[in-house]
C-alpha cells in the first residue's frame, strides 16, 4: 500500500487549506486513516483519525476547526483545516492502516510523503 498526498501550502493566519491523501495497492482493506504533524524541532503528533466506519477523532488543538473526512470508494482521506493558526504550521503526513489478503494475511501501516502547511502573515 502506498500513500500519496497533496494540498497544503502557505496561507494567512485564519485562513483554510485542505490536504488530500489517496491510498494504492490492490487486495488491501484499509482501516484507520489519519493525520500527522510535525513541526520543526517538536515530535510528530496525531492531529485527526477516521475509522472506516467514519467515526472521528481530533487532537484537542484542532478541534472545532479541522474536519476529516474520507471516500472509501477511493481509498482517500481527506483534512479540512480552517481558522488556521501560526501554530499549525507544520508538515502534515497521512498515514493508513491496512490489512493485505493473499497467501498470508498482512497487517500494515503505510505513511505517505508529507506536505508542508506553512501559516504566517
Known amino acids: 500500500v502506498q500513500l500519496q498526498a497533496s494540498g497544503g501550502g502557505s496561507v494567512q493566519p485564519g485562513g483554510s487549506l485542505g490536504l488530500e491523501c489517496t491510498a494504492s495497492g490492490s487486495g488491501a482493506r484499509i482501516n484507520d486513516m489519519n493525520w500527522h504533524r510535525q513541526a520543526p524541532g517538536k515530535q510528530r503528533e496525531l492531529v485527526a483519525s477516521?475509522?472506516?466506519?467514519?467515526?472521528?477523532n481530533y487532537a484537542d488543538s484542532v478541534k472545532g476547526r479541522f474536519t476529516i473526512s474520507r471516500d472509501n470508494a477511493r481509498k482517500t482521506v481527506y483534512l479540512q483545516m480552517n481558522r488556521l493558526k501560526p501554530g499549525d504550521t507544520a508538515v502534515y503526513y497521512c498515514e493508513a492502516d491496512y490489512v493485505l489478503y493473499g497467501d498470508t494475511v498482512v497487517v500494515g501501516r503505510a505513511w505517505g510523503q508529507g506536505t508542508q502547511v506553512t501559516v504566517s502573515s
Open positions: 477516521v475509522t472506516s466506519g467514519g467515526s472521528t
